[in-house]
T-cell receptor
Framework: EAGVVQSPRYKIIEKKQPVAFWCNPI?????LYWYLQNLGQGPELLIR????????DSQLPKDRFSAERLKGVDSTLKIQPAELGDSAVYLC??????????????????FGPGTRLTVL | AQKITQTQPGMFVQEKEAVTLDCTYD???????LFWYKQPSSGEMIFLIY??????QNATEGRYSLNFQKARKSANLVISASQLGDSAMYFC?????????????FGTGTKLQVIP
């Protein structure tokens, strides 16, 4: 079974340029997550989709970041314009179900390899 | 709000020895879930083990076990018989309520290096 696929793996752009990242989750996984991981830190959630609906985008900087998951399968995360501080790894993850009630099944998230963005 | 604390930025362990990676958490939720993930240099986060807050027994998965002490709010990962391939970043995470949503919060990670 294929895992979570992300592309590109690496991207180098100049500041003020736009950039887009693509993610294809595990087949059958309805919930998709985009995370930001700064160097030496743990992942931080940017947005969570349940099917095509964004149900938690409270941490997404909406002035420059946008995301879509039009058909409830693959997803695109965009930054426009990029800033120096956006240099980080962008991780996509998927899970079979939305975060369940704690204490029940693990419903763990499966992560892709990430896209390492460098803004010059 | 929920918080995960990993106080060990880096750890060394001799091959074949056991090692404990520390994790403490803070939450006001009565029920929550705790996870450990491994992140090798390739970048992909790999799920290792899960503990539900109401689970009576500590979780085990092969060489991984989770030492869950609810009263102390700790969820330490124990890796037995360390292997060179265990060298990686390890993240503790908690699933609970935050800002009205169920979400997973990650710690800052511990870099484990296994010495031959």
């Amino acid at each position: 079974e294929a895992g979570v696929v992300q592309s590109p793996r690496y991207k180098i752009i100049e500041k003020k340029q736009p950039v887009a990242f693509w993610c294809n989750p595990i087949s059958g996984h309805n919930t998709l997550y985009w995370y930001l991981q700064n160097l030496g830190q743990g992942p931080e959630l940017l947005i969570r989709y349940e099917n095509e609906e964004a149900v938690d985008d409270s941490q997404l900087p909406k002035d420059r970041f946008s995301a879509e998951r039009l058909k409830g399968v693959d997803s695109t995360l965009k930054i426009q314009p990029a800033e120096l501080g956006d240099s980080a790894v962008y991780l996509c993850a998927s899970s079979l179900q939305p975060p369940a009630l704690p204490g029940l099944a693990a419903n763990e998230q499966f992560f892709g390899p990430g896209t390492r963005l460098t803004v010059l | 709000a929920q918080k995960i604390t990993q106080t060990q930025p880096g750890m060394f362990v001799q091959e074949k020895e056991a090692v404990t990676l520390d994790c403490t958490y803070d939450t006001s939720d009565p029920s929550y879930g705790l996870f450990w993930y491994k992140q090798p240099s390739s970048g992909e986060m790999i799920f290792l083990i899960y503990q539900g807050s109401y689970d009576q027994q500590n979780a085990t998965e092969g060489r991984y076990s989770l030492n869950f002490q609810k009263a102390r709010k700790s969820a330490n990962l124990v890796i037995s018989a360390s292997q060179l391939g265990d060298s990686a970043m390890y993240f503790c995470a908690m699933r609970g309520s935050s800002g009205g949503y169920q979400k997973v919060t990650f710690g800052t990670g511990t870099k484990l290096q296994v010495i031959p």
